[in-house]
């Protein structure tokens, strides 16, 4: 079982606020690698929650981090093994949402998100269906990091649904509101109305930044994303071992 953060988490206590660079830029500011080191518990690795607004680049930063052998534990990517029809998960879904569900069997996300998109009610009942069940995921594959390694909990939600006390340090990703949009319309084919209301139902920068131990940028290209996540995740291992 992973344990919680521990009394010298303290060392954390430093406030980040949201002052973002030029754009054009990539900046990663916050804990030291050694005081990052300084928080995971003996026998096992830094465990680090990822997470950011829709759009901001936190995948990108988790792959750039898995390909330096981060054991990686995706909330998405375990959500969405739990929409298949013959799941429990998945018949609780359909008789909660009478959502559409795919030849496949797998359950629709356009249709389940049009189920819950705007409604409070919805939100928290499809949440009390699946968090828990990707909470123990979680733990389960991040109980696999070694001493001296690094895992990453990459969940956009480990602010609001309370799960802060599954990582040691939390990493905010952030990037420019029109180049979330443009990831969202070109990449994901949201429309921008729907793309602007999305951003705007989820929580603030200044109000997630309040949270961050470590905070990315993202304000430059992907090439530049990638090196400097590389080259921090680079120094946490060292610092690790």
Partial sequence: MLRGLLPNR???????????????????????????ASLTPPGRGLILGVTGGIGCGKSAVTA?????????ADADKLGHDLLHADTEAGKEII??????????????????????????????????ITHP????????ILAAVPDGGLGVYDAALIIEGGMKDMVDALMVVTAPEEKRLHLLQQHRGIA???????IGHQMPESERFR?????????????D??????????DVLAALH
């Fill in 10 to 36: 303290k060392i954390a206590s430093m406030k980040l606020t949201f002052n973002p660079p030029a754009v054009g830029q990539v900046r990663i500011e916050g804990l030291t690698a050694s005081q990052l």
């Fill in 64 to 72: 750039t981090l898995a390909r330096l052998g981060a054991v990686v």
């Fill in 95 to 128: 008789a909660r949402f009478n959502v559409e569900v795919a030849p496949s069997g797998e359950i629709s996300r356009p249709s389940l998100a049009a189920a819950v998109f705007g409604n409070k009610q919805a939100v928290a009942d499809l949440n009390a």
């Fill in 133 to 140: 069940r990707i909470r123990a995921q979680a733990r389960q």
């Fill in 192 to 198: 921008r109305a729907e793309a602007l209301a999305r």
């Fill in 211 to 223: 949270h961050a131990d470590v905070a990315v940028y993202n304000y430059g290209s992907l090439p």
């Fill in 225 to 234: 994303l990638q090196a400097g996540v590389r080259a921090w995740g680079e």
